[in-house]
């Protein structure tokens, strides 16, 4: 019982422990699940949903959600695909290949900007906000691009090669992007003083101003990550498929991520949440995500599984909080 | 007398220019299945082409999303701006069904450019569809028999489950490899579906690759299924082992081509599709081409054509083969 | 419109003499709906000469009425504090359900009381995870969103299924010349209206939405009322399900697919604070009419889909934006 308890408490144990068992499970099925190459194949799965989670996180942490990650990222990587399509036309010459990475950052930063001030100044809620953003930033994609998709023989190689190259062991750079990304997020939110000042916000919106904290600052910062890690996540859309489409790219990636970041245990009430259990979330979806075709489960299921696993994962938030105080100050990372 | 002569003449071409002044001109309009489709793009080139050379106004619309009832609205909106053709390639084989009806009790003409109304062609005049698609699943076993040596496994990456065309030329396919002793060493080990989203195929390819490690060649019969395919293949850098084939657009595939991922496959010319839809449209409403089963009629540069069984139209009898002798001569 | 009128009359008297009538009938939200309307009216007008057409528009009512009978409810929902983002969902859902039991040989009538009982049954399970397990409403209803599309694309795959001949055309039954989805929402929302406004249980929703715990300390049974919404957003949601079965002929997983952003924009539009306490279903009536104006509009006159991806988002915000401002100037 008391082990139970824990794992409900030490959410990121309880996910690592439910990983393994899936595994496991789906393992005595179809042995060549436990492989290395499985390894491989999820590992290439996540890097998107990784990256994108580490600032919804801190967007749910700080007591809000954003919706139009999704958009934002198609948005981003189409300007980036669209400066390798017409960049001769534009601007006489070819760009250097690694062009669309910070361009796309920026983009996705000024995005997210967009959203913060709009909840931020207007004291507006961010979901209804950035459901209208999602809407907004999505039409803006296509109106930017004519509509026209961005095919394969315009996206860099080398861009392409951050998905297939690797530095060191046979492992492609975009993992190791998503890992880096991932402990810059670690580094940012436990040993910052604006990082520390989100966990405030999320816990307690009211109190943080009077304890000296800029609301207004640090909430446009965290739409601004989260809109930069998302234009991240749409250059390397461009890098891992290979092509930007104006309605495809991005469009319900926002639930994705959502679910993963509910599943680490980031709680939706704001102030709760870690980095490890975002990042173990991500795998895991990452799992079931690898599993359903080995296992022959067809995709139309995929959806429902989705929808379940954000409402248990928020009834057992629930339960962790009804634990009491001891057992949430010891989830606060 | 040769002045009279000359005056009723210019009276006479007067009389013309004004008459066809006055006639408005056919106006034709194309409703793809959504916005932002690279397909649809060579389509719309065909019809807009031959709009152009034969004097009638084309528009193109596309809803923002493939949903069955996404197009809905758009019917309604050309019903009430009173087009005279409506072309479609209908996200729904009968979710249109009464709108379509409400258009043609309007005496609009509705082609169906580019897929069907499968199993409910009484909703629709005319059918214009690149190939005949009894010999797709033929073609395509054939192709990858080629690749592979007649011999070993093979799997089918589709689209989605229902997805009518693709179940099609998956009966095709099947057929073919029972019945044609041909391909008696080849085996079907596997039909799996990607749902036409780049990261639903890539699982699935992924999976296919490891629960069936003797794979030899993989028929992707959708556009986006066998870009996927193909990158899987091209990152694990087995292209050697496993061939990858299928119905691709030229622009999409061309990098896999050069660099030798994927040998050849095949597709029709959309471009055409809009070509001849513009040119039978505008013969059934001047009466000149009768939309019966077994009329035929010229079309520029395609030749004699035939309306087939269920009013049926194909542009090309064959499908054609792309690889790194041809690729270059195609910009769609 | 009344209840927030009274609750601010009172603190008004006195700080200050109350505005004049003119005043406050100026800088209601609804007054601004309204001048969006007129506006629209004039724009698509401007836009198309096709688009004045008042039989054309109400035909164009019926594409977007299934989804404007739910925003009536869903307002009430939002008024109470909550919201509910997965009706579009339930529609689906439902609308499966009762297409795959009737196709599985079930009497309709039978099918279509089942069908209504999975909408119930969804409403009831958003109430429970929200008022019993005490949720917020916004991330519950988004889970379900997801799940309850996903249960209905388990059901149908991604085939269409058909209903009975006898079951198509809700749209096409005129009552004195407007078809019947639109008479249904015009009573519906004269009969909210009344509820809303001039009932015991109308106040007890405004003050629920504006403050939950005086609400309970006041009597009020705020669990028992926000439930009773739950579970009418369902029941209304599995309607407007079955009626877009009737008018498309045929129900597919994507029914409805997105509805929740319109839905949500035609609270948002009439002036419905997201925060709850205020708002009416007048309001809603004219976003309804106004949002059907803008999209038809810019159909038929055939502008881009992302030009009117745009637009609504545009409208999102700036209706939220002027919503608050609009509250925050009067209310205090």
């Avoid at chain 2, 540069?301 to 049926?312: D, V």
Wanted: hydrophobic share 50%; charged share 15%.
């Amino acid at each position: 019982m008391s082990l139970i308890r824990t794992l409900l408490v030490r959410r990121e144990a309880g996910i690592a422990v439910m990983i393994v068992l899936f595994c496991l499970a789906v393992g005595a099925f179809r042995p060549q699940f436990l492989t290395l190459d499985q390894l491989r194949i999820i590992l290439l799965l996540v890097p998107l949903i990784m990256i994108a989670a580490m600032g919804q996180m801190m967007v749910i942490v700080a007591r809000h959600v954003d919706l139009s990650i999704g958009s934002t990222l198609g948005f981003s990587a189409m300007v980036s695909g669209m400066l390798y399509r017409f960049d001769v036309d534009w601007f006489g010459f070819d760009v250097p290949w690694w062009t669309g990475i910070p361009v796309s950052i920026v983009v996705g930063a000024g995005l997210g900007l967009v959203n913060g001030l709009l909840i931020q100044l207007f004291r507006l809620p961010a979901i209804i906000v950035t459901l209208g953003t999602l809407s907004l930033y999505r039409g803006l994609t296509f109106i930017i691009s004519n509509a026209k998709q961005i095919d394969r023989q315009w996206i860099p190689s080398e861009l392409k090669g951050l998905s297939q190259t690797s530095p060191v062991f046979g492992t492609p750079w975009i993992i190791f992007i998503a890992f880096g990304v991932a402990l810059a997020t670690y580094l940012f939110l436990m040993h910052t003083r604006m990082g520390r000042q989100i966990y405030a916000i999320g816990s307690n919106p009211v109190a943080a101003p009077l304890r000296g904290i800029k609301v207004t600052q640090v909430t446009l910062v965290v739409f601004t990550i989260s809109g930069a890690l998302a234009g991240l996540a749409g250059i390397l859309y461009a890098s891992r498929w290979g092509f930007v489409n104006p309605s495809n790219t991005g469009s319900g990636f926002e639930f994705q991520v959502i679910a993963a970041v509910v599943i680490g245990g980031v709680s939706i009430n704001g102030g709760v949440g870690s980095v490890l259990g975002t990042v173990l979330g991500v795998l895991l979806l990452g799992c079931v995500a690898a599993a359903l075709p080995l296992l022959g489960i067809p995709g139309t299921s995929q959806a429902a599984i989705y929808g379940a696993v954000i409402l248990v994962a928020l009834v057992i938030d629930r339960t962790v909080r009804r634990q009491g105080i001891a057992g949430f100050k010891r989830v606060q990372p | 007398m040769l002045k009279k002569s000359l005056l009723l003449g210019l009276a006479a071409g007067i009389a013309l220019a004004g008459a066809a002044l006055a006639a408005d001109p056919v106006k034709i309009v194309y409703i793809g299945k959504n916005t932002g489709n690279p397909y649809f793009d060579s389509i719309t080139g065909g019809f807009q082409d031959a709009c152009k050379a034969k004097g009638c106004e084309f528009e193109f619309v596309a809803p923002a999303t493939a949903e069955a009832t996404s197009q809905i609205p758009f019917i309604e909106a050309q019903i009430q701006r009173g087009v005279n053709v409506i072309g479609i390639a209908p996200n729904s084989p009968d979710a249109l069904n009464q709108v379509l009806d409400d258009a043609r009790a309007k005496g609009i003409l509705v082609l169906t450019v580019n897929g069907d109304l499968t199993g409910n062609e009484s909703h629709r005049d005319a059918t214009i569809l690149p190939v005949n698609f009894d010999i797709v699943g033929r073609d395509q076993v054939e192709m990858v028999g080629s690749l592979i040596g007649y011999e070993g496994e093979i799997a089918i990456l589709s689209a989605t489950t229902e997805a009518p065309d693709q179940n099609k030329w998956i009966v095709g396919m099947n057929d073919t490899l029972k019945n044609d002793p041909k391909y008696a060493k080849m085996k079907l080990v596997a039909t799996v579906y990607g749902d036409d989203q780049p990261e639903k195929s890539t699982t699935e390819m992924e999976a296919l690759l490891s629960n069936y490690p003797d794979l030899k060649g993989v028929i992707a019969p959708t556009t986006v299924g066998i870009a996927a395919a193909a990158q899987v293949v091209q990152s694990r850098g087995i292209a050697d082992k496993v061939h990858v084939t299928g119905l691709g657009l030229p622009s999409e595939m061309r990098d896999f081509i050069k660099d030798g991922t994927v040998k050849a496959f095949q597709l029709w010319s959309p471009y055409n599709e809009g070509w001849l839809a513009v040119h039978f449209a505008l013969g059934v409403l001047d009466g000149s081409i009768k939309n019966e089963v077994g009329s035929t009629f010229e079309v520029p540069n395609l030749g004699k054509i035939t309306i087939n069984a269920n009013n049926s139209i194909n542009t090309q009898a064959e499908l054609t083969t792309f690889n790194a002798d041809n690729i270059d001569q195609f910009n769609f | 419109m009344s209840a927030s009128d009274l609750q601010s009359a009172p603190s008004a008297q006195e700080a200050a003499p109350p505005r004049p009538a003119w005043q406050v009938l100026l800088i209601r939200p609804e007054t601004m709906t309204l001048a969006l309307l007129v506006l629209a009216v004039f724009a698509g007008a401007w836009l198309s000469p096709f688009f004045l057409d008042i039989s054309y528009i109400l035909r164009s009512f019926t594409l977007y009425a299934e989804f404007a009978i739910v925003a009536l409810v869903l307002t009430m929902v939002i008024i109470a504090g909550e919201i509910d983002l997965s009706p579009a969902a339930n529609m689906a859902l439902s609308a499966c359900v009762f297409a795959w039991l009737q196709q599985a040989g079930l009497p309709v009538p039978a099918a279509v009381a089942v069908g209504l009982a999975a909408g119930l049954a969804m409403g009831a399970f958003n109430g429970l995870m929200v008022i019993g397990l005490q949720l917020p409403s916004i991330i519950v209803t988004i889970g379900t969103l997801t799940l309850y599309r996903g249960l209905a694309q388990i059901i149908a795959g991604d085939k269409s299924i058909r209903v009975p001949e006898w079951f198509i055309g809700v749209d096409k039954i005129m009552v004195l010349g407007v078809p019947l989805p639109v008479v249904i929402f015009i009573v519906l929302a004269l009969a909210l209206g009344f509820l809303l406004s001039r009932t015991i249980v109308g106040r007890q929703i405004y003050q629920i939405g504006t403050n939950e715990v005086a609400a309970r300390h006041a009597g009020i049974r705020s669990a028992r009322i926000k439930f009773g919404l739950f579970l009418a957003v369902g029941l209304v949601s599995a309607t407007a399900g079955m009626m877009t079965a009737s008018r498309l002929g045929s129900v597919r997983y994507d029914l409805g697919l997105g509805g929740e952003l319109q839905m949500v924009l035609m609270a948002m539009l009439g002036g419905t604070y997201i925060f709850g306490g205020r708002g009416t279903i007048l309001g809603t009536f004219l976003a309804a009419w106004l949002l059907v104006l803008v999209s038809t509009g810019m159909i038929v006159a055939n502008v881009l889909p992302a030009v009117q991806l745009v637009v609504l988002g545009i409208l999102l915000v700036v209706s939220i934006i002027a919503t608050n401002f609009i509250y925050s100037r009067t209310q205090r």
